[in-house]
Nanobody
Framework: QVQLVESGGGLVQVGGSLRLSCAAS????????VGWFRQAPGKEREFVGR???????YCADSVQGRFTISRDNSKNTVYLQMSSLKPEDTAVYYC????????????????WGQGTQVTVSS
């Protein structure tokens, strides 16, 4: 079993930056893909990006060039660095992990954190 805990959310102004963390316990994430998703009120959960076991990063078009993902295997933690934030980035952000899946579909990831709120004010 893998337990994931997100942190780093908060209130930020338009154009600001935040770094979210996804800390894992129970198992090492070395061979897992870790995805970031977000869900705004009244909307479906949306893929933001993922980092594969080999640190390959893929981000959705909506955040390309503004968000990036990295992993620190020594800390068993994955980060989502967000910059040039917009009001439409406001959502609860979740990290998810899976030992085999490498994709963008939320229901394919086995392990999820509880989420952290990001609010971008204009």
């Amino acid at each position: 079993q893998v337990q994931l805990v997100e942190s780093g959310g908060g209130l930020v102004q338009v154009g600001g930056s935040l770094r979210l963390s996804c800390a894992a316990s129970g198992r090492t994430l070395t061979t897992y893909a870790v995805g970031w998703f977000r869900q705004a009120p009244g909307k479906e959960r949306e893929f933001v990006g993922r980092v594969d076991w080999n640190s390959f990063v893929y981000c959705a078009d909506s955040v390309q060039g503004r968000f990036t993902i990295s992993r620190d295997n020594s800390k068993n933690t994955v980060y989502l660095q967000m910059s040039s934030l917009k009001p439409e980035d406001t959502a609860v952000y979740y990290c998810a992990a899976d030992p085999k899946y490498r994709g963008t579909h939320a229901n394919e990831y086995d392990y999820w954190g509880q989420g952290t709120q990001v609010t971008v004010s204009s």
